[in-house]
């Protein structure tokens, strides 16, 4: 006898968001209820993966699947990708078409000549170290759009699925939604990128909270998350790589927006106005973040010290980027 149902063969997450807004909920719903109906996939809706602690009902289902993933969340896709990572659930980044650039606008980028790239030293990654497994994690932002149609289209378009108009009025055949309901609370952690991450240490230096370790295999990590101090992005600001991600930052070259090439340069822009008026450095700010989480955590401020006045003084020496040169066309006009 032929079975009419089949095993799913693909993953969809729905990670909700934080807020109760409900806009937002409808979004993921409407989401849900159309890829569950696609044949031979299964959904699997769960809160916010910021929030989830390893040992949630939530991740130890996700580290049951060993196929791709298709995760669906209201933070960057970067950040997502790593809030996974450090989790166990672990691959390689999935393309994901909704909320990419456009190829137009790209076009000047990919003509440009790579003239430097030969000088420019190799520095081994924590990825080039431990590589990740071969399958694919697309991670989708909730937030570049509102229309439940292109979501669902890029899902499509990622697992391979042609639509047809059965889509909507056939029953659920060989998969299903699973809801996960588990309790959380809001937290404020760093979350690593290791595809740039060099290993340098940087941020078990200049923490002086005991969030950040090492393992057996002398790698960092970040061993102690709920001893961050809430709202303090400092570590990120020193790290040579960018490689330091905090998901519900405002600014999105810390919140884990792409910031590599023209396309980050736009990023910095933003990240640029909405600056401190002080116009201190970023290790400056650092810095001055972290004497205030200093202060009210009740212990003595430490401001600029040796290791950051050498990082500073490195930063000075180094050849003007794109953003610097901006800067310095800016300060030429009568504003």
């Known amino acids: 006898m032929i079975s009419a149902t089949r095993s799913a063969t693909h993953t969809i997450v729905i990670s909700r968001g934080q807020s109760r807004n409900p806009e937002k909920r409808g979004l993921e719903q409407a989401i849900a209820d159309a890829v569950g109906k696609i044949e031979s996939v299964d959904v699997l809706v769960i809160p916010h993966l910021y929030d989830l ?18 995760v669906v969340s209201w933070i960057y896709g970067r950040a997502a990708h790593w809030v996974l990572d450090r989790n166990g659930i672990r691959g ?17 980028v990919e003509a440009t000549p790579e003239t430097d790239q030969d000088d420019t030293p190799v520095v081994d990654r924590v990825t080039d170290l431990h590589p990740r497994p071969d399958r694919q994690i697309h ?29 909507t009025s056939l029953p659920i055949i060989g998969g299903k939604i699973v809801q996960v309901d588990e309790a959380t609370s809001r937290r404020w952690y760093p979350v690593i990128d290791f595809s740039r991450c060099t290993n340098c240490m940087e941020c078990v230096d200049f923490c002086l909270f005991g969030v950040y370790g090492v393992d057996h295999g002398e790698n960092i990590l970040v061993e102690q998350p709920d001893n961050c101090r809430k709202g303090c992005p400092a570590c990120s ?5 960018n490689a330091i991600i905090f998901p519900q930052h405002k600014a999105p070259a810390i919140a884990g927006a792409e910031i590599e090439g023209e396309e980050g340069f736009k990023i910095d822009l933003s990240v640029l106005f909405g600056a401190p008026a002080t116009g201190d450095d970023p290790i400056a700010t650092a810095a001055r973040e972290r004497d205030e989480q200093l202060l009210l955590a009740g212990r003595n401020a430490v401001g600029i010290d040796d290791q950051l006045s050498k990082r500073q003084a490195e930063a000075q020496t180094k050849p003007k980027d794109t953003l610097d040169k901006l800067i310095d066309s800016l300060d030429q006009f009568d504003l």
Do not use: W, Y
């Not at 989708?140 to 759009?145: E, F, N, Q, T």
């Not at 439940?148 to 059965?166: K, L, M, N």
């Open 92 to 108: 390689q980044f999935g393309e994901v078409q909704l909320g990419a650039p456009d190829d137009d606008e790209d076009s000047d």
């Open 237 to 241: 600001r020193v790290c040579p790589e």
């Open 139 to 167: 991670c989708i932002d909730l937030k570049v759009g509102n229309d439940p149609t292109a979501f669902i289209t890029e899902v499509q378009r990622i697992i391979g699925h042609e639509p047809s108009p059965a889509d």
């Open 53 to 70: 602690p390893k040992s949630s009902e939530s991740f130890q289902k996700l580290s049951d699947i060993e196929g791709d993933l298709v």
